[in-house]
């Protein structure tokens, strides 16, 4: 059973920054493209940017693309977010997620297309 773990929300100032980390266990780290979402209060969960399972594809959602980066470790079964210059609206709750794929699979925004989701760890930004 594939399980996914994050770690390392907090409360921060904008203009702050905050590493998000998710490990996965019960599965092969490798089988799994990677990604990010995020859910604020009373609003739909959106996604934030996702990783290909070797790490050399990249995607990001228009309002984090230059703040955030998303990086993987396959040896130790973790994705990372790097979010930098946060801001207010940045506030929510983060999501880990994990697809399938399989070579140069497509990497997917749809948060339907994903199989395996954490329980979500909390950035606060303050102004």
């Known amino acids: 059973q594939v399980q996914l773990v994050e770690s390392g929300g907090g409360s921060v100032q904008a203009g702050g920054s905050l590493r998000l980390s998710c490990v996965l266990s019960?599965?092969?780290?490798?089988?799994?493209?990677m990604g990010w979402f995020r859910q604020a209060p009373g609003r739909e969960r959106e996604f934030v940017a996702s990783?290909?399972?070797?790490?050399?594809?990249?995607e990001y959602e228009d309002s984090v693309t230059g703040r955030f980066f998303i990086s993987r470790d396959n040896g130790r079964n973790t994705v990372n977010l790097q979010m930098n210059n946060l801001k207010p609206e940045d506030t929510a709750d983060y999501y880990c997620?994990?697809?399938?794929?399989?070579?140069?699979?497509?990497?997917?925004?749809?948060?339907?297309?994903?199989?395996?989701w954490g329980q979500g760890t909390q950035v606060t930004v303050s102004s």
């Open positions: 990783i290909s399972w070797i790490g050399e594809r990249t």
């Open positions: 019960g599965g092969t780290f490798t089988s799994y493209a």
């Open positions: 997620a994990a697809h399938r794929q399989y070579g140069l699979g497509p990497l997917h925004r749809a948060e339907a297309l994903y199989e395996y």
